[in-house]
């Protein structure tokens, strides 16, 4: 790589004074010490040899003066880097188990997607999920009766309504069984 930065570097660093005092052109140098990183931090993750942290890219961004979505774009990042978020003062009244929930959150929605997705797409539901087995989830779910005969109540599978104490089913006395006043029938 040459040691002098060229494309959309070269106008932010002339702007943030990231240059080199000898002869006035951008310089990896100068952006390092304005940025608080090194030298080789900055080439490796220009020339896409190094996977650099949102902490890093924050630097840089500050640095130049730009939006760290844009330092993002620059070195091809595929998740871009946005302005550090700064949780309100009441995270502080949380446990410590509370923040570190909060944190693992925070960590899975700003995670890459990892669920392979195949399967038909429509505009409404997106594609298909499917499960590590490769099969879509709801394979293994039984196909449910609306045998409730009451309107608006949710279908439930035979083997619960026959249990729901219907005429023709009373409830097994044999097993204890009791109503809800707690008597037995």
């Not at 949102?54 to 760290?68: E, F, M, N, S, W």
């Amino acid at each position: 790589m040459s040691n002098e930065p060229t494309g959309p570097w070269v106008e932010p660093m002339i702007r943030a004074k990231a240059t080199d005092p000898r002869n006035g052109r951008p310089s990896w140098n100068r952006l390092a010490e304005l940025a608080d990183v090194s030298t080789t931090t900055i080439t490796q993750m220009v020339e896409g040899k190094r996977r650099t942290s949102p902490q890093t890219i924050g630097k840089i961004a500050d640095a130049l003066h730009v939006d760290p979505e844009r330092v993002s774009e620059w070195i091809g990042r595929d998740q871009p880097v946005r302005r550090a978020w700064e949780p309100p003062g009441e995270v502080n009244l949380l446990t410590a188990r509370q923040q570190k929930a909060l944190a693992e959150l925070i960590r899975a929605m700003a995670a890459p997607e990892r669920e392979e997705v195949v399967g038909h797409a429509d505009a409404e539901t997106g594609p298909t999920p499917m499960n590590p087995a490769g099969t879509p989830p709801a394979t293994n779910v039984r196909t449910l009766h609306t045998n409730t005969g009451v309107e608006g109540m949710p279908p439930m599978p035979d083997d619960l309504a026959a249990m729901d104490g219907e005429p023709g089913n009373p409830p097994d006395t044999t097993t204890g069984e009791h109503d809800q006043r707690g008597q037995e029938d």
